[in-house]
């Protein structure tokens, strides 16, 4: 998810709680203004849900920045997809697009809470600033099969970067909305995806620490959307039927150009 003329606010402090990719351009998530978004962000003190913030100014260097361990390489870690050094070096990862098989894999759960894991976490975050209008993204969107997620719904400032780590959803609203939604690994797409107005979540920080939370409103629908990605859903399935059909041109597209590029793969329909 994004906006289009967004821009990169100095780095202040991240938040990580517990990563697929949203876009909300223009033409996606037009149901939300910017006067909303930043009405929503100057409501809020900054958020200390999951013990305490990394980093104290924007002149400080991030965690990853500091971590001095050095890892092997594990071969199968991440997933047969993963890019090498995913978690031990910073890199920003390309997008896999629908319908690339990684988007359907099963996803592990993070066993081990050291400096690879928030190597990636940083790795993800820069990914998504990488694309210019993402505030969201799942690891499986960048090939790592991994039950690792990141958000920043007001990108404008660093102060909203969230992470969960093997999040499991607890409970949800039984009142619902349709919002359109568009997603980084469908380009171009969007439609309307009915979902819960809150949600109730436990997940971990980059520690290992559990935690809960409930999480309302436009918020809420970025988590389940990026959520999903890590059960091996995008946002198409849950589009209605004549939804799905307004898009089925852009889709075939998809997936000729997928086995045109990448023949030795099975596109995961």
Request: glycine residues 8%; contains cysteine; negative net charge.
């Amino acid at each position: 998810m994004a906006w289009p003329s967004q821009k990169r606010a100095p780095g202040h402090t991240r938040l990580l709680a517990a990563v697929v990719v949203l876009s909300a351009t223009s033409v996606a998530w037009t149901c939300f203004s910017h006067p909303f978004l930043r009405a929503k962000s100057c409501s809020k003190i900054k958020r200390r849900f999951i013990g305490d913030l990394f980093g104290e100014s924007s002149s400080e260097a991030s965690s990853a920045d500091q971590i001095d361990e050095v890892f092997e390489e594990e071969p199968g870690r991440g997933g047969p997809y993963a890019p090498a050094g995913f978690d031990t070096k910073r890199m920003q990862f390309d997008i896999v697009r629908y319908p690339h098989p990684a988007l359907r894999q099963e996803n592990e759960d993070i066993k081990s809470f050291d400096g690879r894991l928030r190597r990636l976490a940083d790795n993800l975050f820069a990914t998504l600033y990488a694309t210019g209008d993402g505030i969201g993204l799942a690891a499986p969107q960048v090939g790592i099969n991994m039950r690792v997620m990141v958000y920043n719904p007001n990108p404008r400032t660093r102060d909203e970067e969230t992470v969960f780590v093997n999040p499991r959803i607890l409970s949800f609203g039984k009142e619902q909305d349709y919002k359109a939604e568009g997603c980084l690994s469908f380009p171009r797409i969007r439609g309307s995806v009915q979902r819960p107005t809150w949600v109730e979540v436990e997940a971990a920080d980059w520690d290992g620490n559990p935690f809960q939370r409930r999480i309302d409103g436009f918020e809420a629908r970025l988590f389940l959307h990026e959520y999903d990605h890590l059960d091996g859903i995008v946002f198409t399935d849950r589009l209605g039927e004549s939804s799905k059909k307004k898009v089925e041109p852009d889709l075939e597209f998809f997936i000729k150009d997928f086995q045109n590029t990448f023949p030795e793969l099975e596109p995961a329909l």
